[in-house]
């Protein structure tokens, strides 16, 4: 079955140091275990898995300041 056939979202994560990190998946939890992909632990670690606001792709740009 295609990654393709059910919808991914895009997410922004708080980070503790005020910053957002971008993360994209099924759901928070899918975006956040893609992100640890990306993410050695250390980084994982300033991620905020409770805070998160879920975005359109088309209001991505009014975010690009906050990204860290």
């Known amino acids: 079955m295609s990654s393709f056939s059910s919808p991914h979202y895009m997410y922004l994560f708080e980070m503790k ?3 957002k990190k971008l993360a994209y ?3 928070p939890e899918d975006a956040l275990n893609i992100l640890s992909m990306r993410l050695t632990e250390t980084e994982m670690a300033q991620v905020n898995r409770e805070q998160y606001v879920k975005i359109k792709q ?4 009014q975010y690009v300041p906050e990204l860290g």
């Open 58 to 61: 088309r209001d991505l740009q």
């Open 17 to 19: 140091n005020g910053k």
């Open 25 to 27: 998946g099924q759901s």
